[in-house]
């Protein structure tokens, strides 16, 4: 069992910035895929970025420049640095976290990021 607790959603102005921050209950270094996905109102689940344990990382087209996903393995963390925000960001924001390949899967409950003037 993985436990995972997002933080670090709000209101931004457009062109702003935020981190959100993942918190997980085991060592992530034994985390083979750290994942953001995000749901938008009245939308699917996407997956916005990933992050291996080798340190790999991938992003969504949509995102890609502006968004940064990392990791802090003394304090269990994975973040994202989303900058430039745009309207058509605000989204839930959830934290994914897959320990091996034949992993069932963890989810965060999701903090919510809304991107308005």
């Known amino acids: 069992q993985v436990q995972l607790v997002e933080s670090g959603g709000g209101l931004v102005q457009p062109g702003g910035s935020l981190r959100l921050s993942c918190a997980a209950s085991?060592?992530?270094?034994?985390?083979?895929?750290m994942a953001w996905y995000r749901q938008a109102p009245g939308k699917g689940r996407e997956l916005v970025a990933t992050?291996?344990?080798?340190?790999?990382?991938a992003y969504a087209d949509s995102v890609k420049g502006r968004f940064t996903i990392s990791r802090d393995n003394a304090e269990n963390t994975v973040y994202l640095q989303m900058n430039s925000l745009k309207p058509e960001d605000t989204a839930a924001y959830y934290c994914?976290?897959?320990?091996?390949?034949?992993?069932?899967?963890?989810w965060g409950k999701g903090t919510l990021v809304i991107v308005s003037s």
């Open positions: 085991i060592g992530i270094s034994s985390i083979n895929t």
């Open positions: 994914y976290a897959k320990r091996f390949a034949y992993d069932v899967g963890y």
């Open positions: 992050m291996t344990t080798g340190g790999a990382t």
